[in-house]
């Protein structure tokens, strides 16, 4: 059974970073695409970051492209998601998805597992 398990969200002011992580179990995750989205309050979720789990290029929404990194570690089984320069507009929860099937990664349909999620809140 996949499991995905955010952690690191919390209270930041502006301009500030913080680093979520995303443990994963329950299976290997070689050919999968890892991704975060993040759903800000009375808001649709939107695609955040995404990284095949195997390398290549990741990819960023243009809200965050600059500012967040999507990275991995595979000894741990777990992604990370550096969040620096943070804006109160990243106040949202932020979630883990793994995708399985590889072809595309920006929709939430892309993906068949998720985490709780863990929310952000940045202070102005």
């Known amino acids: 059974q996949v499991q995905l398990v955010e952690s690191g969200g919390g209270l930041v002011q502006a301009g500030g970073s913080l680093r979520l992580s995303c443990a994963a179990s329950?299976?290997?995750?070689?050919?999968?695409?890892m991704g975060w989205f993040r759903q800000p309050p009375g808001k649709e979720r939107e695609f955040v970051a995404a990284?095949?789990?195997?390398?290549?290029?990741?990819d960023y929404g243009a809200s965050v492209k600059g500012r967040f990194t999507i990275s991995r570690d595979n000894a741990k089984n777990t992604v990370y998601l550096q969040m620096n320069s943070l804006k109160p507009e990243d106040t949202a929860v932020y979630y883990c998805?793994?995708?399985?099937?590889?072809?595309?990664?920006?929709?939430?349909?892309?993906?068949?597992?998720w985490g709780q999620g863990t929310q952000v809140t940045v202070s102005s």
């Open positions: 998805a793994a995708n399985p099937y590889g072809r595309t990664w920006s929709r939430q349909s892309d993906y068949d597992y």
């Open positions: 329950g299976r290997s995750f070689g050919n999968y695409i």
């Open positions: 990284l095949n789990w195997s390398g290549g290029s990741p």
